[in-house]
């Protein structure tokens, strides 16, 4: 057996051949195909340093993580504005069920033009990546946007909105420029979602993810063992989209 | 090859519904039985208006200081240069169908648009007058004409706009209930074609690929639908296949390509075991022995590392890229294990790329 693997968490059964493996190998004794990974190892203390920061870039429009926070965004959207609707024909506001269906259709092209016009910004002014620096401390993760292009925007944003008189336009600018760093404190982690198919840590508080740590594999391992390190005992889960 | 078949069958699958769903006739024909008397009298009786404008004034001048003719000139006057040769003399329990289904019953009520009956021109009775209606208009730009049918007088119309005609949507678009089968049928081969089992390999992620596929369809069904939904008719659209038609079918065609880099993606995977890697892609495979690896190098692009590069005993430079793939951590850790790559020094950090 040339790679002994890190150790996982649970036994497990080579999808090839149904063969039972024990936990701390990497393929098959039977057939000698690759068992289905186990989540990452932590580490031993002496080989991962105190602090690490790194600058990667990810892609968005090719990215599982952007695409079901953008869903997220628009389907809540959508159905919030559906359910202050229902409340307005429970209530009587509205004059016919035939109406609230008009409503909806020409809200969902609504919601998909904005959903198209973000593929199109992500595609053609962001040309797919995002560049960004994130460090794991003593004190707490942090994210801050690498890209120029992303910064210049946001402010951009922010005087065009000024000069056009449109507080929307300067609001937008002034809410993405307010989240170009973010950082968060262990004390206010409540869960690490780890995935580490995709090599990506979402910190999350109570109810929403605060920030996603992209890694790449020469890196995840030591960003793994270090945030289970300085996190609160119990919160790292294996999660996974799928 | 699999993944490129799963690909076909979904363009394939989708342009055949648009084609299906946009599909309309050149031209349709619609009938409706004439009563030239009845006619006659709505159009020259006195009307008895609250309060005439000045146009309603000059018509009723009109009407009071000019011969009217009995309605047999009428009649001669409404066919002049646009009769049709009449229609055989059991046609009159056809034209009592029509009287039928403008009263929104019979067998022709499905086909009833605004007090006119609507038909393909190769349909029978109406074929019958389809060559001299055409003929008609060809000489005449008349689009309406009359014909006798039974004992009864019938007015054709050559509808060469059937969409913006009153045409019930069953007639315009005909092949419309039929188009969902070739979608779902593709739907069902993307689905169903084999994928096999590929956790623990490194791959793109599935999910991304899926909309990936999603996304580049609706694009491309957009742009090949387009034209069919511009034009009148499908025919008119084929006629523009030089212009508009043409522009707008190409970028559809350039849009479907990448279904093949996504089947290009969705091909490719490495698989780990003793024997080495085992890299397969869309039209080829290569088995790499963990011996016949020389080096392994970070893959750098614009100054970032984006994956490894094992450069083997022959030779030959294999870049393997991690990014969009799954798993590629199962790799590295494999290559790390074989002593080809360490890990960053403790106490420091990952450097900055």
């Keep these: 057996m040339p790679f002994a693997g890190p150790t996982g968490r649970s036994p497990r059964i080579c999808l090839a051949c149904g063969a039972p493996s024990s936990k701390d190998v990497r393929f098959c004794g039977s057939c000698g195909a690759a068992l289905p990974p186990p989540l990452p190892s932590i580490l031993p203390p002496d080989t991962v340093p105190d602090r690490m920061l790194w600058v990667t870039s990810f892609p968005l429009l090719t990215n599982r993580f952007i695409l079901y926070d953008f869903a997220k965004v628009l389907g809540f959207t959508y159905l919030i504005m559906m359910l202050i609707a229902g409340i307005l024909v429970l209530a009587g506001h509205w004059p016919s069920v035939q109406q609230i269906f008009q409503f909806a259709a020409i809200f969902a092209a609504a919601v998909a033009g904005i959903g198209f016009l973000m593929v199109l910004v992500m595609v053609l002014f962001f040309g797919n990546r995002f560049r960004a620096g994130f460090s794991v401390t003593p004190d707490g993760v942090s994210f801050e946007t690498a890209m120029w292009r992303a910064k210049w925007s946001n402010r951009a944003a922010v005087v065009v909105g000024a000069l056009a008189r449109s507080p929307g336009t300067a609001g937008a600018g002034l809410l993405a420029q307010s989240s170009e760093d973010v950082s968060v404190a262990w004390g206010d982690v409540r869960r690490v979602k780890v995935h580490g198919e995709h090599c990506v840590l979402s910190i999350m508080n109570g109810w929403r993810v605060m920030i996603r740590l992209y890694c790449t594999p020469e890196n995840f391992e030591q960003v793994h063992s270090l945030v289970a390190r300085y996190a609160s005992p119990g919160t790292l889960t294996g999660g996974n989209l799928e | ?353």
């Design chain 2, 1 to 353: 090859v699999t993944e490129l078949l799963r690909r076909i069958s979904l363009a394939a699958g989708a342009g055949y519904f648009s084609w299906l769903f946009f599909w309309t006739p050149a031209v349709l024909i619609s009938v409706r039985p004439v009563d030239f008397a009845k006619e006659y009298v709505e159009e020259y009786s006195p009307r008895r208006r609250s309060f005439p404008g000045a146009m309603e004034r000059a018509e009723e001048l009109l009407r009071n200081t000019t011969d009217p003719g009995s309605a047999s000139t009428y009649r001669a006057r409404k066919i002049e240069n646009r009769e049709l040769p009449p229609g055989p003399p059991e046609l009159a329990s056809w034209v009592a169908q029509l009287d039928e289904a403008i009263a929104g019953q019979g067998p022709l009520a499905s086909r009833a648009g605004k007090g006119r009956i609507y038909f393909l021109g190769s349909e029978k009775p109406v074929s019958l007058f389809a060559t001299a209606l055409e003929a008609n208009y060809h000489r005449t730009q008349w689009l309406n004409a009359y014909a006798t049918a039974g004992d009864r007088d019938i007015e054709l119309m050559w509808e060469n706009r059937p969409r913006g005609s009153n045409a019930p949507r069953s007639m315009v678009f005909p092949q419309r209930p039929s188009s969902w089968i070739p979608l779902l049928g593709a739907l069902a081969a993307y689905l169903v074609l084999p994928r096999g089992s590929r956790r623990g390999q490194v791959r793109y992620d599935p999910v991304v690929i899926v909309v990936l596929d999603t996304l580049t369809l609706l694009a491309a069904a957009f742009f090949f639908a387009l034209p069919l939904l511009a034009h009148d008719s499908t025919a008119a659209a084929l006629n523009d296949i030089a212009g508009g038609t043409g522009v707008s079918w190409a970028f559809s065609a350039l849009v479907a390509v990448a279904l093949f880099t996504n089947a290009w993606h969705a091909a490719e995977r490495i698989q780990i075991d003793q024997a080495g890697l085992h890299v397969r892609r869309l039209f080829s495979s290569l088995d790499i022995p963990l011996g016949a690896i020389a080096t392994v190098e970070p893959l750098v692009r614009h100054g970032e590392r984006t994956g490894v590069s094992l450069r083997l005993a022959d030779g030959r430079i294999i870049p393997l890229r991690w990014d969009g793939r799954v798993d590629f951590n199962t790799l590295y850790r494999a290559l790390r294990h074989a002593g080809f790559l360490q890990m960053a020094a403790a106490g420091g950090s990952i450097p900055i790329h």
